[in-house]
């Protein structure tokens, strides 16, 4: 009996294996790289909002709640009350005196009694089996380019594609029932394999120039999602030459990974504390 936003839960997550940023090339020191995030879980329809931190702290869980209540308000919802456990970052002064302002109600799990807030530990759980087995299958696929700090990306995708599954009794996605809209399930084209090669048009020939004879027309890159700034038609791809995460238009995907060779020899070493304790 629910509306979207009416209750809210909110939770942290860690992950021992430190994620690269975003917006950069993928060399920053490991001081200033991703350790967890916040999940905040809508109880009415079930839809996920994630937000990776670097540190699980007042001031960037506060950002990330402003980033997810802006993202709601997108869509007409507002969030009127939080549920989450007793941690410092929700029980500090500064998280009240923001809910405060806006006049939200706060509630917290029993002490101990992570159930009472299962709603966003089940989505903790989700998230995090569907990006792992993404990461370990491109992994086995590609393992030249296996890399478990992409794991923010491979987050991000599975936040996305479990928002968007239309569920098999209703037949209406999480998405649906937040933004109380239909996403064209037609879309569903535009999503290819987390990890896989993604072959990129060459700039000067997009802009409409020409190359030389001889010189290759596309570079290789790696999907890692879809563009939450843009059209479905547009993917996030890194680049394996300089590191950088960019949204392109000009691709073609290679889904089977048939042109990337792969063997025994070549597989990462599971076994290393980094993909152990993703």
Request: charged share 15%.
């Amino acid at each position: 009996d629910l509306f979207p936003g009416q209750k809210v839960s909110v939770d942290h997550f860690i992950c021992s294996t430190k994620g690269r940023l975003l917006h950069t090339y993928g060399k920053e020191p490991d001081k200033e790289k991703y350790t967890g995030g916040a999940i905040f879980v809508d109880h009415a329809s079930g839809y996920i909002f994630v937000v990776p931190q670097v540190h699980l702290n007042t001031h960037e869980t506060l950002a990330a709640k402003a980033a997810f209540e802006s993202h709601a308000r997108d869509f007409g919802v507002l969030p009127q009350e939080y549920v989450s456990d007793n941690g410092k970052v929700f029980a500090s002064a500064d998280y009240r005196q923001h809910l405060e302002v806006f006049a939200q109600i706060h509630r917290f799990a029993g002490v101990g009694a992570h159930h009472h807030n299962g709603i966003a530990e089940r989505a903790i759980a989700t998230t995090m089996s569907i990006a792992r087995t993404m990461l370990l299958h491109a992994a086995i696929h590609w393992p030249e380019v296996a890399n478990a700090q992409l794991w923010t990306l491979a987050v991000l995708h599975a936040v996305h594609l479990f928002n968007h599954m239309p569920s098999l009794t209703n037949g209406l996605s999480p998405y649906d029932i937040f933004t109380r809209t239909r996403w064209p399930q037609a879309k569903f084209q535009d999503c290819h394999v987390w990890g896989c090669p993604v072959y990129v048009l060459d700039k000067a020939l997009s802009d409409g120039n020409k190359l030389p004879r001889f010189k290759p027309r596309s570079s290789r890159h790696v999907y890692v999602g879809v563009s939450p700034k843009h059209a479905s038609t547009v993917p996030l791809v890194l680049n394996l030459e300089t590191g950088a995460v960019t949204p392109q238009f000009h691709i073609v995907f290679d889904d089977w990974f048939a042109t990337v060779p792969a063997d025994a020899s070549k597989l990462p070493n599971f076994g290393t504390p980094e993909w152990l304790q993703l």
